[in-house]
């Protein structure tokens, strides 16, 4: 009964204490329901699987009386500089400094542009994918992932946009744990390509440069590159804080893997662009937020899951068969270590004892929650799950 019951409220309200993804049941969803007085109405819709599957309702995702302006915002945030002279091009005293996590109060929000936290400083790609996702939105700078999560949270921004995976370099781990551990659910994605340049101080040339700053990611996939150069590699938090780096201390020998964009924001010059060994490679972000959208048929949808299974043969293909069987594409699978359960030890007098490693599944599925394919096949799954959550139900970005 607990696991229906977590279901129910996993469909569209799934609410967690952070780390903890035990079954919380019906009391639990009620608790939520009283505590989100945002929600303007609840829609109940029975004869899902059996289960009732409640879906909050916004009139208007978008623009709410009680958000913060962000003027306020920035005074809510200790903007303690750092001490390094700003010798260089342009004026960055101006530019908005990224959240970390001594900077959140509870204070309530008001205003009315969207605000959209990111991880990373102006200029960063993560930026431009809030920007394609809101383009009218207010970015919001954040120190590290999990405070772009917190600051949807605590209303200090609306949305979060984050990086998931890259197509050349693959998952990004941390966002998919953050997920578990927090309460957002995911509203959209976002699909950017990202045409990486080569920058440097003006007037520096591409063979005076010994080193290059950048994400790892960026690095990664400028190998070919950065071998011609013969430059050493050196990593940062993220593309535009390398630039800003450089900028700063005026660098003559380093040079920057960025954006066009933060080369314009920090003073930089392009020295190259569309530096990527894979000129289609492409991230997906996620858009996150404090409440789900309501799942449509009238255009593409994806939904987002996660589910962990009982031990024994084949449940996987089981687990899976699910989708199959109702053709369902799936578009990514993800396993992650259970940190509360890392390790299942059996014993087994004939083979000795072996240690397995418990998994979490993430799987992105191409079926929006309004359709009873797709209803029908979380039934399904949650047979044989010991756990299952939604994280969201949003529309797919096609390039
Ligand atoms: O460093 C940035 O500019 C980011 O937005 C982060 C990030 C990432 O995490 O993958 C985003 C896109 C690029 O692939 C490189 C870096």
Redesign the pocket.
Known sequence: MALKAFLTSGFAVSYLDNDDFSPKGIGFLLNWKIRTNTIAKWKRNHGVFGYSVYCAIRPDEEEKSWKKTGHELRHAVDHTQNSLSYRSHKDLSSLSKPLSVTDFSTTACSGSNVRVA???IP???????ALKAYPQCETVPCDEFEDAFKAVELSLADKAVL?IE?SL?GS?HRNYDLLLRHRLHIVGEVQ?P?P?CLLALPGVRAEQLKRVL??P??LA?SDRLLNKLGVVRESV??????AQFVAANSLRDAGVI??AR?AEIYGLDVLAEGIQDDPD?I?R?LVLARDPIIPRTDKPFKTSIVFALEEGPGVLFKALAVFALRHINLTKMESRPQRKRPLRVVDDLDTGSAKYFDYLFYIDFEASMAEPRAQNALGHLQECAAFLRVFGCYPIDTL
């Open positions: 990111f991880k990373g200029g960063a790609y993560s930026e431009d994918a990086p890259n370099g990004i950017l990202v990486f950048s994400h990611q960026a996939q938090d993220d593309t535009a804080a390398a960025a954006s933060a490679s991230t972000f």
